[in-house]
C-alpha cells in the first residue's frame, strides 16, 4: 500500500531501542524464525482476532488449528522461564466460542495454566433481553518457573475484616496490610476502556487495548531489558509500553495498514509525547494532501455549460 514503508514479508528495526515491526504471518515459522534471529523472549502478549464478525470468521475447529500454530511457534521464541499472556473472546450468543475451545486446545500445549483474567469495560453492548456485556478475557500461562512481581493498583483499601491474633494482639486486615492500596487481581476494574476522547485513542483500531493493562503485564512478568513479542500489533500499545518500560519489543502484524500504524506511533510518541491521536488518525498527513488534491481538482475544472432556458434567455 502506498502509505506503508513495510510490504509482506519485510521487517522494520529500531535504530534507536531495538524494537522490531514486521509485516508477517504469525503462523508462518520461517517469518517467525527471521524476525527472532538468534533472541528468545521471556514475555509474549497476543491478543488475536476473536473470530467474531468483525473479522474473518471461521467454524471454531478452524480457528482452534490456526491458534495451536501460532502458539507453537511462540513456545518456541521464548525462554526456559517465561509467561504467556492471550486475550480471547467468548461470544455468548454462540456456545461462547471460542473461549472453551481455545482453552481446551492449550491442555495439549507445554504451558502450564495460571490465571484467568477478567478486565471490565466502563461501557458495553447487550439488549433487553440479555444482561450486559462488558468483559474482557485474558487468559495466563507460564513455560518452566517465570519471575511475577506483586502489583498494587491505585483502588484504596476502605473495607476491614479478617481478625486473626498477631504476637499476642487480634488485629484486622488493613492493620496487616503492607499497602494502602489494594493488590491487583484477576479481576480488573480499574483500568479504563479506551475510547475516542482519550489521548492513546488510535482512529481505526477498535480492538485497541488500554496501555495501563499492557504495562500492568508487562511489569508483572519482565524486567527492564528483557525482550517481549506481540504476534497481533494491531494498534502498537504492546510496543509503545515497552518503549516506556525500558524494554525490547518484536511485534508483527499481517496487515501493512496495523505494522505502519504500529512504527508510527512510536515514532509520533518519541515526536510529541502522546500516546495517541486523541480526536485524530495516525495518517492524517496523507488524509490531508489528498484533501487538497481533491479540491484542486475541483478548482481546475472546466465549468460545465448548460443550457439556457428559452424563457430566461428572452428575458
Given amino acids: 500500500m502506498p502509505c506503508c514503508r513495510l510490504a509482506p514479508g519485510e521487517i522494520w528495526e529500531d535504530e534507536v531501542n531495538g524494537h522490531r515491526v514486521g509485516c508477517l504471518d504469525a503462523t508462518d515459522p520461517v517469518a517467525i524464525a527471521s524476525l527472532m534471529g538468534k533472541e528468545r523472549a521471556t514475555l509474549a502478549i497476543h491478543d488475536p482476532p476473536y473470530n467474531v464478525a468483525a473479522f474473518e470468521v471461521k467454524h471454531v475447529s478452524e480457528f482452534v488449528k490456526w491458534c495451536y500454530q501460532w502458539i507453537s511457534l511462540t513456545y518456541n521464541v521464548l525462554s526456559n522461564d517465561a509467561s504467556l499472556y492471550i486475550w480471547i473472546g467468548a461470544d455468548q450468543n454462540n456456545g461462547f466460542q471460542p473461549l472453551p475451545d481455545f482453552m481446551i486446545m492449550m491442555r495439549g500445549q507445554r504451558f502450564s495454566s495460571r490465571s484467568f483474567i477478567t478486565m471490565r469495560n466502563q461501557r458495553g453492548y447487550g439488549t433487553q433481553k440479555n444482561w450486559m456485556a462488558v468483559r474482557q478475557e485474558l487468559l495466563y500461562y507460564v513455560k518452566g518457573n517465570p519471575d511475577f512481581q506483586v502489583e498494587y493498583t491505585d483502588i484504596p483499601k476502605v473495607l476491614k475484616g479478617y481478625y486473626k491474633k498477631v504476637d499476642g494482639k487480634?488485629?484486622?486486615n488493613l492493620q496487616r496490610s503492607k499497602s494502602e492500596h489494594i493488590r491487583a487481581s484477576n479481576v480488573w476494574i480499574?483500568?479504563?476502556?479506551?475510547?475516542?476522547?482519550m489521548e492513546e485513542n488510535v482512529s481505526g483500531c477498535y480492538a485497541q487495548k488500554?496501555?495501563?493493562s499492557i504495562k500492568r503485564i508487562i511489569?508483572?512478568?519482565?524486567?527492564?531489558?528483557?525482550?517481549?513479542?506481540?504476534?497481533?500489533?494491531?494498534?502498537?500499545?504492546t510496543l509503545l509500553a515497552c518503549e516506556l518500560l525500558n524494554r525490547k519489543c518484536f511485534t508483527v502484524d499481517i496487515d501493512p495498514v496495523f505494522a505502519e500504524i504500529t512504527i508510527r506511533r512510536l515514532e509520533n510518541f518519541r515526536g510529541t509525547g502522546r500516546a495517541g491521536w486523541q480526536n485524530g488518525n495516525p495518517f492524517e498527513r496523507e488524509l490531508g494532501e489528498l484533501g487538497a488534491?481533491?479540491?484542486q481538482s475541483d478548482m481546475d475544472k472546466e465549468p460545465e455549460e448548460t443550457e439556457i432556458p428559452l424563457q430566461n434567455a428572452l428575458l
Fill in 293 to 295: 488534491q481533491d479540491a
Fill in 190 to 197: 480499574d483500568v479504563q476502556q479506551v475510547f475516542y476522547r
Fill in 170 to 172: 487480634v488485629t484486622e
Fill in 219 to 237: 511489569r508483572a512478568s519482565s524486567s527492564a531489558d528483557d525482550l517481549v513479542v506481540d504476534y497481533f500489533s494491531h494498534s502498537g500499545t
Fill in 210 to 212: 488500554p496501555l495501563k
